[in-house]
T-cell receptor
């Protein structure tokens, strides 16, 4: 079974631009979570989607948004990019949305904001 | 107090030794626990999950859970240089549809 895929793998943007990242979960998985990882802050939760609905949200500004499609694929968007948005963005999928769920991570998208 | 805490590291062990990684959590209703390994520049990879008190073994890895003391540990026997990575502890709360909580990670270096 194919794992979680994320595109693109690398991105370079400039301040003020916007970016859209894509995540395809493992086949049959319906829950998708997004994380931001930086050396200083570690793994920080952005949001989680299940059945096209946002179920949980982390403490990020409104510039960070996401959505999930009927095929469980998910996208996240960051508008008005800032230098501090440079990070590894990770997507993780799980089979369902239950309190006990195991998450599997994709390879990540490395974003550099200049 | 952070929700999930881990030894900050870095932890260095000689090849062949046992590496012990610890994780404590603050929410007593936490019910499922995970260990992820993350190599530099890569994404986290699930190593083990544990739900019940006691030990769970998988190859060279043993996870230990003590809910009364609110800690979970990961032992790596016969450590190899390829085990050098950051290890992340993650916690779910059974009674809540809340996000999975990750610890800050412990960096492990296995010296040949």
């Amino acid at each position: 079974k194919a794992g979680v895929t994320q595109t693109p793998r690398y991105l370079i943007k400039t301040r003020g631009q916007q970016v859209t990242l894509s995540c395809s979960p493992i086949s049959g998985h319906r829950s998708v979570s997004w994380y931001q990882q930086t050396p200083g802050q570690g793994l920080q939760f952005l949001f989680e989607y299940f059945s096209e609905t946002q179920r949980n949200k982390g403490n990020f500004p409104g510039r960070f948004s996401g959505r999930q499609f009927s095929n469980s694929r998910s996208e996240m968007n960051v508008s008005t990019l800032e230098l501090g948005d440079s990070a590894l963005y990770l997507c993780a999928s799980s089979q369902g949305y239950s309190p006990i769920r195991t998450q599997y991570f994709g390879p990540g998208t490395r974003l550099l904001v200049l | 107090q952070k929700e999930v805490e881990q030894n900050s590291g870095p932890l260095s062990v000689p090849e062949g030794a046992i590496a012990s990684l610890n994780c404590t959590y603050s929410d007593r209703v936490s019910q499922s626990f995970f260990w992820y390994r993350q190599y530099s520049g890569k994404s986290p990879e699930l190593i083990m999950s544990i739900y019940s008190n006691g030990d769970k073994e998988d190859g060279r890895f043993t996870a230990q859970l003590n809910k009364a003391s609110q800690y979970v540990s990961l032992l790596i026997r016969d450590s190899q240089p390829s085990d050098s990575a950051t290890y992340l502890c993650a916690v779910n709360r059974e009674t809540s549809y809340d996000k999975v909580i990750f610890g800050p990670g412990t960096s492990l270096s296995v010296i040949p």
